[in-house]
Structures are given as C-alpha cells and as structure tokens.
C-alpha cells in the first residue's frame, strides 16, 4: 500500500474540521444553556403567584377549610387524599396561603410526569458535569420553594430510591444536588397529594386530609355552585 505524507492540503482539511466541531461544540452548550435558561423560567411560573380561585357554599366544603386553616397554622408535612378531580391541589393552595408561609414560593410538581431518571434532578438539582446533559449548576425545585411550601402531586408515583432521600428532607430539612456530597440546607413545607390508598410509608406521620369525595357525579350540588367561575374541583 502507498503511504502519502501528510501535507498543506491535510492540514487545511483539519482546520475546517476543527472549526466545525468547534462550532458544533459551540452550538450545543448554548443549547443546553437555554435548556437550562426555559426550565429556571418555569421554575419561576411554578412559584405559585397565580392561585385558582376557591368559592364554594358547600358545608362539607366549609368544613374541610375549617380543617385547612387550622392546619395552615402549623408546620407539619400534610397528605392530600382523595379521587382525581377532587380538587387536591386547591387545598393545597390554601394550606400555602393561609399559613405564615404565603409570601415565599408555592412550587408545584407532578410526579407522574417527569421519568424517574428525571425527578430526582428536578427535585433536588444538579451540578455541572452530574449527568450528560448537565452543563451547569441547576436548582432543583426544593431549594427554589426554600421559606415556602412545595407540592408534591402524584405522590405514590415517586420511585422507591427517592423515598429516602425525601425522608432525608422531611427529617433533617437538607438536600444534595445530583452529583454533589454538599449538603444544603433548605426550609420547606412539604404537602403531598395522592388518590392511592398505599401512599409511601415515609409520609404516613404526617396529617392526612381527606379528599372532598367522588367525582362530579357525586357532588352536583357543589358542582353547579362552582362551575359558573370556571372552575373545577
């Protein structure tokens, strides 16, 4: 086989070779910058400044705030039971602003809705380097509800592994970032909301609220009471 040295013309094809990688290196950090830019502007949505709105005549519903108000004074972890529909997150809602946390963040999260690999970055954010696609620092949503409440929607669908490092939260009230042993501290009420009957052991001390029972069928009265303000409960 006849080996040709390398010449000029080699060398020009490698610098346009280069500066194409360099480019195409480039153009993914500004890409994973902006991922990162669009989820901390979510984040910022997620914080909580827009509240539905809560009428209701009810006396079941009457009771139920009753309960919500004195519960919003304390400072224990509340569990959200209840069918879909119920209205959970409303609840949730007004624990946050009637206690004295109402002027920090309300972070709302759904647990069935982001893969397992995913939640726990979510959760708990990342450093620069932890996983492929984690070109900087990222807060996760404990340590942006930090002073406030976060809401942890779909709780019996968090994964068995991130059980513990939720109990970890709940009982020393620190977090660690993806990829990082640095511990922070974070100061954040936790309410949970699940239409399971076997919600996660770790959160079976905390009070339980009872969902507003069946779905619309089983409460037109209060249904026709609200659905002329849009909203749904």
């Known amino acids: 086989t006849n080996h040709r040295k390398f010449d000029t013309s080699d060398l020009e094809i490698l610098k346009v070779l280069s500066s194409l990688a360099g480019i195409a ?44 108000h004195e519960v919003a004074k304390t400072t224990t972890s509340v569990l959200i039971t209840g069918e879909s529909g119920v209205g959970k997150e409303l609840f949730a809602e007004q624990i946050h602003i009637n206690s004295p946390r109402k002027n920090k963040p309300f972070i709302r999260i759904n ?15 990342h450093v620069k380097g932890a996983y492929t696609d984690a070109s900087s620092n990222r807060k996760g ?3 942006t509800a930090d002073g406030g409440t976060i809401f942890l929607d779909e709780i019996g669908e ?3 592994e991130l059980q513990s490092k939720l109990l970890r939260v709940l009982q020393e009230k620190t977090i660690e970032r993806v990829g990082s042993s640095e511990t922070i501290n974070v100061d954040v009420r936790i309410i949970a909301a699940t239409n ?10 905390a009070f339980t609220l009872g969902g507003t029972g069946g ?19």
């Open 25 to 68: 290196y480039s153009n993914a950090t500004r890409y994973k910058d902006a991922k990162n830019a669009i989820s901390n502007l979510q984040d910022t949505i997620n914080v909580g400044s827009d509240y539905h709105t809560f009428i209701s005549k009810s006396p079941i519903i009457t009771d139920l705030l009753h309960v919500v």
């Open 158 to 160: 968090l994964p068995l």
């Open 141 to 143: 949503r404990f340590e």
């Open 196 to 205: 399971k009957i076997g919600y996660p052991v770790i959160l079976r001390p």
């Open 111 to 125: 647990c069935a809705a982001l893969a397992p690999s995913l939640l726990e970055s979510e959760l708990f954010g």
């Open 215 to 233: 779905g619309f069928a089983e409460n037109e009265e209060e249904f026709a009471q609200i659905a002329p303000h849009g909203i749904r409960l």
